[in-house]
């Protein structure tokens, strides 16, 4: 790796070939916003100052002066973040993983959007983001990206703990059935917060029963790796899941948000379904008591 051509200063010697070559994507389509990944941490803006201004021989206003440490400082910021989400996604990155085939557009459109982002726990949330783009190259939009970065850390947070009620079928889907139910208090949620995620465009809820069909008798969803089998109802062929629907920005964001399971609404999920008519059981056919 030539001295110079890459994002990164520092010694790769640790990482996966994988994370050299996001690395080095990275690199190549961030271009000189991100050039060198390591910055010698010494460097005071007001040095950057005097070496443009010694290059150029431009006699400068102190105002001027002030706006370019403003721009210097900005972009020592800037990079800094950029670096810190960069390595938390090699992390993450599975060891078949393609980086050169992200578009040099949505790395560029991506860090457009995260680049001001400084707190840990939300550079974690893009880090995932930016490896899940590596792992499976076109599954997060820019629409999503954008959905994303309107997000501070409290909703992001609002988001994460509505997701202990999303589950996996054909798609990713959340089970709510009503608001008196206490599904959601059950995870932290108070049920208004449904409509702060419907403004920001996470979810989208409805007036009457969600639903999917069931082809065939049975169908198998997963809650957090655990699967459960639903037979349907002998007069309708289909499996209501509530009123309240993942937005494809939601049902991209769902699997890198940090979301954790819950044993409470579990149980007090497939009681429900049970009371509802459905027959829910284990896929060994141990039944699922209420």
Known sequence: MA?????INLDLSGLSEVGKALIERVSDGV????KPWQMKRSAKAKAAVDIIAAET?????EI??????RVAREAGRHQNNIESITMKAVSSLEPDARPEKIDDDWISYFFDRCRNVSDDEMQSLWGRILS????????????SIDAVSTLDKRQAMLFSKFCQVVWKGKYLFPIIFDENSGYLSRVGVPFVAIAELEELGFVRTGST?????IEGQKTIVTYFGQSVEVEKKPEIGRFDTG??????AGKQLAPYCGAEASNDYLEDTLCELRSR??????PAGKSVDS
Do not use: C, H, M, P
């Open 3 to 7: 001295e110079g051509g890459s994002l």
């Open 31 to 34: 271009g000189g916003i991100a």
């Open 57 to 61: 021989s431009v006699k400068i206003s």
């Open 64 to 69: 001027e002066q002030r706006g370019l440490e």
């Open 132 to 143: 899940g783009e590596v792992n499976n190259a076109g599954s997060f939009s820019r629409k």
């Open 209 to 213: 029963d969600i639903y999917f069909e």
């Open 243 to 248: 009123r309240v629907i993942l937005t494809e």
């Open 277 to 282: 008519g459905y027959q829910v059981s284990l």
